[in-house]
């Protein structure tokens, strides 16, 4: 009978720029280490089709004679996880001679391309396995590979270290898992060093349904008996990052266009038409969560001249009309001097406008200083 959880579950972020092969990590089902590999692009004997191999791990460190007779079938699926194929079942016996199988021809690699057909240019495989026959070398007993006992967990010895690792750091780990049967405590061991390998990539390398299994595998493992509340904080912590980072580009994005707006206000003297565009690139970037820090300086240095520029210009403008008022002071005026003393009111008030805008200026100036800004001489 097929389990209804699959064996191991696969997930392919950014699934369109593969082109060489992709190695799953080694898991382990039937008492039985396996990994899998996928050709996005095809092998070379079928390149128009995406092919998958079940092969048999570490078999160099098995004994001469080593066999594995088994069942399984593989499933693929999108985010959402609906299911886009699914293979029949295929039924093989890995040996010395055979230590892999699988299918060549699946589906299409131009299905892959079709719009919609992938959501966020993620593919999930799900492999089922059932596992009829291990026999483990010259002796001819039917059984598991050898493995060594941790803590009261028979684990495999390219799962000691980490074993060892967990144990060391967090000793009561497991001092209340209810299962006694050797090999069902075997099973959870193994989804627990699957969680911690999967959390242990680069948090940017971690999607977020990564995270929604994960949290659901801790619960699982926590109603058993594990004490993993580090985990849960390891995930809140990745999850958190990841909503601060999006939100972050989001503001910033957000302020920019705030700022942009009062410029377009300001006068249409101002080219913004190479800004706008700039703008528009940096929300799209936003929102596909790959914002390039670089460009967002950049952004704000010119935005921050542009607002200077302006400020120069009015600063012209006013020093134009200083100069013209003066003239016309030099003129002939009335005789009871009403001209020269509204012309003088004029001035005062010009000055007076002068100098503030050059004390906003200078304010303006220090300020894209401290920011590290350099100052241009034109904005494309």
Known sequence: MWNQKPSFRFQIDNFSDKKDHIISQIFVSGGCEWYLYVYPKGDSICDDQLCFYLHVANPSLLQPGWKRRAHFYLTMLNQSDKELYRSPILRSVFGAEVKSSGLR????????????????????????????????????????????????????????????????????????????????????????????NTLNKPSKNISMNELRNALSEVIELTQVGFKLDWLKTKIAKIKLGKVIFNNANGSRVQGLEERLKKLEQM????????????????????????????????????????????????????????EDASLEKKKPYDADGSRVQELEESVKDLKMMVSDLKAKLDKDEAKSSDDGFLMVNEVA
Do not use: W
């Open 267 to 322: 006068g249409p003297n101002l080219n913004l038409d190479s800004l706008k565009r700039k703008l528009d690139e940096v929300d799209s970037e936003r929102k596909k969560a790959k914002a390039d820090e670089p460009r967002f300086q950049k952004l704000e240095e010119r935005v921050k001249n542009i607002e200077l520029m302006e400020s120069g210009f009015m600063i012209d403008c006013l020093k134009s009309k200083l």
């Open 105 to 196: 021809k699946t589906l299409p690699v131009s299905k892959f391309q079709e719009k919609g057909f992938l959501e966020e240019d993620i593919l999930i495989f799900e492999v089922y396995i059932k596992t009829l026959e291990a026999v483990d070398g010259v002796s001819g007993y039917a059984s598991v590979e050898t493995k060594a006992d941790i803590n009261g967990f028979q684990v495999f010895a390219s799962q000691v270290t980490l074993v060892r690792t967990i144990f060391a750091e967090h000793p009561d780990i497991a001092t209340n898992v209810k299962p006694k049967n050797q090999v069902v405590r075997t099973e959870y061991m193994n989804v627990l060093l699957g969680l911690v």
